[in-house]
Nanobody, 115 residues
Framework: QVQLVESGGGLVQPGGSLRLSCAAS????????MGWFRQAPGKQRESVAT???????TYLDSVKGRFVISRDNAKNTVYLQMNSLKPEDTAVYYC?????????WGQGTQVTVSS
């Protein structure tokens, strides 16, 4: 079973930046895909960014050009660099991994964008 631990959330002003990290309990080299979902109060969980084992990436339309997902296989960590943050980016961000047809989730980290 893969355990995921997120970090890097917090309070930031509009226009600011944050980098989220997702550390896996084992090697991510063979993990098919990893990514980030988010859930805002009263809204459904939505996929923000995904990166495959082959490093292909996909993004939610509203974050394209502002967020960048990357992975460091040597550190067993996936990152989400978030720039030009907006109040509507406020949510709990969850890391996930798809490994041998099983999905694994982190506990979530709060991101609040407010002045």
């Amino acid at each position: 079973q893969v355990q995921l631990v997120e970090s890097g959330g917090g309070l930031v002003q509009p226009g600011g930046s944050l980098r989220l990290s997702c550390a896996a309990s084992e090697s991510i080299f063979s993990i098919n895909a990893m990514g980030w979902f988010r859930q805002a109060p009263g809204k459904q969980r939505e996929s923000v960014a995904t990166i495959t084992r082959g490093t292909s990436t996909t993004y939610l339309d509203s974050v394209k050009g502002r967020f960048v997902i990357s992975r460091d296989n040597a550190k067993n960590t996936v990152y989400l660099q978030m720039n030009s943050l907006k109040p509507e980016d406020t949510a709990v961000y969850y890391c996930w991994a798809l490994h041998y047809d099983n999905a694994y989730w982190g506990q979530g980290t709060q991101v609040t964008v407010s002045s």
